[in-house]
């Protein structure tokens, strides 16, 4: 099982972009929740938003400021993360997983970076 995570770029400020996650090898995908992580430069992975196996989304980072949205298309295996308003401190190597995450799931990530 590998996670295959894409859609992260370089935008400036202010900016938004929409990461996918193809999960396509996970054969039991409609029976997890789901989670996007993203771990900076010297920094810890963190958690920054999950979502149950019916849809039901959390976000963990700023979730006062409705900046990051996840959702799941269960026909097709993939998972979605929209991020709007990225900040500075967004930038970070983002990676989809179960939730709680499966060591041995992590895929290469998505890098994703923020600059002016």
């Known amino acids: 099982v590998r996670m295959v995570e894409s859609g992260g770029g370089s935008v400036q400020p202010g900016g938004s972009l929409r990461l996918s996650c193809d999960a396509s090898?996970?054969?039991?995908?409609?029976?997890?929740?789901m989670g996007w992580y993203r771990q900076a430069p010297g920094q810890y992975r963190v958690v920054v938003a999950a979502?149950?196996?019916?849809?039901?989304?959390?976000s963990y980072i700023d979730p006062e400021e409705g900046r990051f949205t996840i959702s799941r298309d269960n026909t097709q295996s993939t998972v979605y993360l929209q991020m709007d308003g990225l900040k500075l401190e967004d930038t970070a190597i983002y990676y989809c997983?179960?939730?709680?995450?499966?060591?041995?799931?992590w895929g290469q990530g998505t890098q994703v970076t923020v600059s002016s």
């Open positions: 090898s996970l054969n039991t995908f409609g029976q997890k929740a």
């Open positions: 979502i149950t196996i019916g849809g039901e989304p959390t």
């Open positions: 997983n179960t939730w709680p995450a499966t060591p041995k799931y």
